[in-house]
Nanobody, 126 residues
Framework: QVQLVESGGGLVQAGGSLRLSCAASGSIFSINGMGWYRQAPGKQRDLVAIITSGGGTDYADSVKGRFTISRANAKNIFSLQMNSLKPEDTAVYYC????????????????????WGQGTLVTVSS
């Protein structure tokens, strides 16, 4: 089993900052793509930022220059630093990862899983 656990959400005033973290645990061989998504009330879940295993990043236009995604490989933790927050950033934020898990040790066999965190609420007041 693989789990993603988010932390760091909360209430902040417009212009403020928050840092979200996502810790992956379980039977993990490697973590490939990782990302953050968000879902505002009454809206669909949208991609916020992604980071590849090679360190490449991409962001939604609405957060470019304000948000930064990063990962600490050795600890299977990745984060989203959010600066200059706006009321329209208010949403439930979900971390997401493509995780390769070990099925058998001998012979070595693996499978790839898409895993979601439980979500953490970010509220930005005006």
């Amino acid at each position: 089993q693989v789990q993603l656990v988010e932390s760091g959400g909360g209430l902040v005033q417009a212009g403020g900052s928050l840092r979200l973290s996502c810790a992956a645990s379980g039977s993990i061989f490697s973590i490939n793509g990782m990302g953050w998504y968000r879902q505002a009330p009454g809206k669909q879940r949208d991609l916020v930022a992604i980071i590849t295993s090679g360190g490449g990043t991409d962001y939604a236009d609405s957060v470019k220059g304000r948000f930064t995604i990063s990962r600490a490989n050795a600890k299977n933790i990745f984060s989203l630093q959010m600066n200059s927050l706006k009321p329209e950033d208010t949403a439930v934020y979900y971390c997401y990862a493509v995780v390769v898990t070990t099925i058998t040790a001998v012979p070595p066999t693996y499978r790839s899983l898409e895993v979601w965190g439980q979500g953490t609420l970010v509220t930005v007041s005006s």
